[in-house]
């Protein structure tokens, strides 16, 4: 267990609709980071966020956001889904903005039908 | 853009066996990290290179960096079937992002 949360762990929804992936980071951490896992394109990195600001943006598509609350947990709220975007989805923190000290969650699987 | 190759791209081996599987890059990178990902899992990270030449182990796995910089290798001895998992090379230099290879698929048979 990488003390690394996500809600929810599977998610099955249609084309159009918008969805809402929610990330705890482990305590203490700052820095949050979200992937895309999908079989054609492997694991991508979608956008970091640091204490609650954006620090880096990764191949995230505009149909994406994210955001990293007070409490320091973060969203990524997916829009006007498409069947590509069925994929894993993970978070990762790390104390500070290294990447080389991310720990991963579990993941949540969209199923875009 | 930048590319990871990895490879092979899976590997079916007999438990006990020595594994070994490499990461190649066009462009030279500053740090290469070597993750594993269990099935239903995010992955782990096993090994981190800081510096070019660098040759470091984690129990069974051991992990170099290249010369060039441009590529890594790992190798894990006597597998066992708890080694089975997709292994996945990444890389950065400062101020810029992580980006993953495409994995090799890891299976054993006992």
């Known amino acids: 267990d990488s003390g690394v949360t996500q809600t929810p762990k599977h998610l099955i929804t249609a084309t159009g609709q918008r969805v809402t992936l929610r990330c705890s980071p482990r305590?203490?951490?700052?820095?949050v980071y979200w992937y895309q896992q999908s079989l054609d394109q492997g694991l991508q990195f979608l956008i970091q966020y640091y204490n609650g600001e954006e620090r880096a943006k990764g191949n995230i598509l505009e149909r994406f956001s994210a955001q990293q609350f007070p409490d320091l947990h973060s969203e990524l709220n997916l829009s006007s889904l498409e069947l590509g975007d069925s994929a894993l989805y993970f978070c990762a923190s790390s104390p500070g903005g290294l990447w080389d000290e991310q720990y991963f969650g579990p993941g949540t699987r969209l199923t875009v039908t | 853009g930048q590319q990871l190759n990895q490879s092979p791209q899976s590997m079916f081996i007999q438990e006990g066996e020595d594994v070994s599987m490499n990461c190649t890059s066009s462009?030279?990178?500053?740090?290469w990290l070597w993750y594993k990902q269990d099935p239903g899992e995010g992955p782990v990270l096993l090994i981190a290179l800081y510096k070019a030449g660098e040759l470091t182990s984690n129990g069974r796995l051991t992990a170099q960096f290249g010369i060039t910089r441009k590529d890594s290798f790992l190798n894990i001895s006597a597998s066992i079937p708890s080694d089975v998992g997709i292994y996945f090379c990444?890389?950065?230099?400062?101020?810029?992002?992580?980006?993953f290879g495409g994995g090799t698929r890891l299976m054993v048979k006992p």
């Open positions: 305590s203490g951490d700052l820095s």
């Open positions: 462009s030279i990178f500053n740090t």
């Open positions: 990444a890389v950065y230099n400062a101020g810029n992002m992580l980006t």
